[in-house]
C-alpha cells in the first residue's frame, strides 16, 4: 500500500523559511512525477511545484517561482519542499502527490501538513 507522509508543516513570520518533506513508501516511483500541492481556506487546491522522480526535471506555479524549491532524495525516497520568503498567502494545507502520468491526474496523495504565516 502506498504511503505519502508529509512534514515540517508550522507557523513562521513574514519573510521566513520552511522545508517541507514528504516520505514515500509502498512502491517503487520510478517513472513518477511527485508533486506538491496547498489549499487555502475557500480556495481550490493549486499546482506549487513538481519533480521527475527519475531526471529530476523542475517545474513551479509563477506564485512560488524564486522562492521554493522542490528536491528528492531517491535513495531515502523523500521530497522535500524549501520555502524561502514566505508570504501570509502562501498559507495552506500542503498535500504531496504522486502521479504515474501527470496527463491523467495524480494517482496518491498524502495527508496534508498545515503552513500559516503570520506575524
Known amino acids: 500500500q502506498v504511503h505519502l507522509v508529509e512534514s515540517g508543516g508550522g507557523l513562521v513570520q513574514p519573510g521566513g523559511s520552511l522545508r517541507l518533506s514528504c516520505t514515500a513508501s509502498?512502491?517503487?516511483?520510478?517513472?513518477?512525477?511527485m508533486g506538491w500541492f496547498r489549499q487555502a481556506p475557500g480556495k481550490e487546491r493549486e499546482f506549487a511545484a513538481t519533480?521527475?522522480?527519475?531526471?529530476?526535471?523542475?517545474d513551479y506555479a509563477d506564485s512560488v517561482k524564486g522562492r521554493f524549491t522542490i528536491s528528492r532524495d531517491k535513495d531515502k525516497k523523500t521530497i522535500s519542499l524549501q520555502m524561502n520568503s514566505l508570504k501570509p498567502e502562501d498559507t495552506a494545507v500542503y498535500y504531496c502527490?504522486?502521479?504515474?502520468?501527470?496527463?491523467?491526474?495524480?494517482?496518491?496523495w498524502g495527508q496534508g501538513t498545515q503552513v500559516t504565516v503570520s506575524s
Open positions: 502527490a504522486a502521479a504515474r502520468d501527470e496527463r491523467y491526474g495524480y494517482d496518491y
Open positions: 509502498g512502491r517503487t516511483f520510478s517513472g513518477y512525477t
Open positions: 519533480i521527475r522522480w527519475n531526471g529530476g526535471t523542475t
